[in-house]
Nanobody, 127 residues
Framework: QVQLVESGGGLVQAGGSLRLSCAAS????????MGWFRQAPGNEREFVAT????????YYTDSVKGRFTISRDNVKRTVYMQMNSLKPEDTAVYYC????????????????????WGQGTQVTVSS
């Protein structure tokens, strides 16, 4: 059974930074692309960032480009997201997810690309 456990969320002032982590178990982590999504109250879950299985390719939604960085450590079976210059509009529950299919050259960007999800971690950015 796949388990994804996020950590690192919290309350931060605008302009501040947070680093999210997602520890994976129950899958051969190094074979699967990983993604981060977020969901604010009343909104649909939206794509934030993705990294392919080897870490060679990353992709971001436009609103976080230049501020967020996704990375992975296949030895530690963990994916990270460094979030800098945070804005109030970044406030949401952040979820990590593992792709359904292994060894995809490009990381997925749609909810349907991902088959396993964490429980989420709250990020709140105050103005």
């Amino acid at each position: 059974q796949v388990q994804l456990v996020e950590s690192g969320g919290g309350l931060v002032q605008a302009g501040g930074s947070l680093r999210l982590s997602c520890a994976a178990s129950g899958l051969t982590f190094s074979r699967y692309g990983m993604g981060w999504f977020r969901q604010a109250p009343g909104n649909e879950r939206e794509f934030v960032a993705t990294i392919n299985w080897s870490g060679s390719t990353t992709y971001y939604t436009d609103s976080v480009k230049g501020r967020f960085t996704i990375s992975r450590d296949n030895v530690k079976r963990t994916v990270y997201m460094q979030m800098n210059s945070l804005k109030p509009e970044d406030t949401a529950v952040y979820y990590c997810a593992a792709e359904r299919r292994p060894f995809r050259a490009l990381g997925g960007t749609d909810v349907s690309d991902f088959g396993s999800w964490g429980q989420g971690t709250q990020v709140t950015v105050s103005s």
